[in-house]
């Protein structure tokens, strides 16, 4: 008797699940998931790459400056020369400009160091993020194929835990780069 109700069991509760299981197994094309899941990566990735692009004017204010200031200088040396004054004031005239023109030099040079520093950091982020996301979509594949034994409340929470992290670090990459501010 415990054998028949076994085998009903089978037949009327394993068996149909199982073929259901089956037939719904249809692993999901990466670009099925990147439409679903991912719907918003591009615009955030761009983002970013748009505040590396202002970087040069948010941290370049020094450099501006300075520029002006020699451009000024340049042309007060122009003036003295060209008004004939006296050697001491050309020379002074001249000292400033070369002045000038070495601290340019060094604010560049250190506006160009901060700048890669800045698209070093946000870049490594986003190399995270996208072998973060490759993950994801491997994992998201598998289970749409049915090779893992994840409930889909677990799948869900999963999912839905990665994509926070992947959020997080884009978060963190802008914050990265607004810190140059």
């Known amino acids: 008797m415990k054998k028949a109700i076994l085998l009903m069991l089978m037949f009327v509760v394993l068996i149909p699940s199982q073929v259901l299981a089956a037939t719904s ?3 999901m094309s990466t670009s099925e998931i990147e439409r679903i899941y991912f ?16 970087l040069n004017a948010v941290l370049g204010a ?9 451009n000024q200088a340049s042309a ?22 070369d002045k000038l023109k070495k601290q340019l030099s060094v ?13 070093r950091e946000s870049d ?6 996208a072998k973060q996301k490759a993950g994801l979509i491997k994992f998201i594949k598998n289970h749409t194929a049915g090779k893992d ?16 992290s992947i959020d997080n670090s884009f978060t963190e990459a802008l914050k990265t780069i607004a810190e140059a501010e």
């Open 107 to 119: 604010a560049k040079v250190e506006l160009s160091k901060s700048i890669k520093n800045y698209k």
């Open 124 to 129: 490594q982020i986003l190399k995270d993020i």
């Open 62 to 70: 020094e450099v501006r400056e300075l520029t002006q200031r020699l």
């Open 39 to 54: 719907e918003n990566y591009k615009d955030r990735v761009k983002e970013i790459k748009a505040a590396q692009k202002k």
């Open 149 to 164: 034994k994840l409930t889909e409340s677990q799948f869900s929470q999963q999912v839905n835990g990665e994509i926070m």
């Open 25 to 27: 197994t249809k692993a």
């Open 76 to 97: 007060s040396y122009k003036n003295e020369v060209k008004n004939k004054s006296s050697k001491a004031v050309i020379a002074q005239a001249k000292a400033d400009c």
